[in-house]
């Protein structure tokens, strides 16, 4: 009877190692099945990702374009004697900072796009202030460089309502705008050299501010270069 139980329990001994032994080889088996599932996914991932991020462009475009509809509309309205409320509610709902945004990472027909919008918001003075605290200016500027040619038009207007009885405004941009006097591009030097001269003389104060800007010799330097 002894060793009937003994052959009984080696028995049983040998079957649950090769239970385990099955479980394990089941179990690489089926990480490795999940694994080459999870690789056929992956191309099927890569193209919802490439989609989404058309769709997040396309959307982006449409927005700008919305935002600067809407702002000129408002604009109009408030050069009629109109009442500025819209454009305060287009900066109050937040739109002024993803327009800054915009304006600083966007594509080229989405930074023109919302320079335009900033350009019709900077009529009113408390927008005047916001898009400055926003950051706006120096993406503003730089689009003097690298926009697109309607895009530095809505630039050099913005800039010019921005610094409207707005020493600190009209600061910054002189530093901006003598900064990219050194441009290597010959279009971006010769709008930057028109806009500090529109803001010397549309604005009372200015011309001291460029002058501490250091834009003398940048500007001396042009002339000698003709």
């Not at 120096?138 to 040619?149: H, K, Y």
Request: no cysteine; hydrophobic share 50%; net charge negative.
């Amino acid at each position: 009877v002894g060793i009937s139980s003994s052959d009984g329990d080696a028995t049983t001994s040998h079957a649950d190692a090769d239970a385990v032994d099955l479980s394990v080889d089941g179990k690489e088996h089926g990480d490795a099945a999940a694994q080459q599932d999870a690789a056929a996914d992956r191309p099927t991932d890569f193209a919802s990702v490439a989609i989404a991020a058309a769709k997040a462009a396309a959307a982006t475009k449409a927005a700008a374009a919305a935002a600067e509809a809407v702002a000129a509309e408002a604009d109009d309205e408030s050069s009629d004697g109109a009442p500025k409320d819209r454009l305060s509610a287009i900066a109050s709902a937040g739109g002024i900072v993803p327009l800054v945004g915009l304006v600083t990472n966007g594509a080229p027909m989405s930074k023109e796009r919302a320079a335009s919008a900033l350009w019709h918001l900077s009529v009113d003075a408390v927008n005047q202030v916001a898009i400055s605290k926003a950051g706006g200016i120096p993406p503003i500027v730089q689009l003097l460089e690298d926009g697109t040619e309607q895009a530095t038009v809505f630039a050099s207007d913005a800039l010019d309502r921005l610094a409207a009885n707005n020493p600190e405004n009209q600061a910054m941009m002189a530093k901006r705008l003598v900064a990219l006097l050194g441009s290597t591009s010959n279009g971006a030097q010769q709008r930057s050299a028109n806009a500090l001269a529109e803001l010397a003389r549309k604005h009372p104060g200015a011309s001291v501010r460029i002058v501490n800007a250091g834009a003398i010799s940048p500007l001396v330097a042009l002339l000698g270069i003709g």
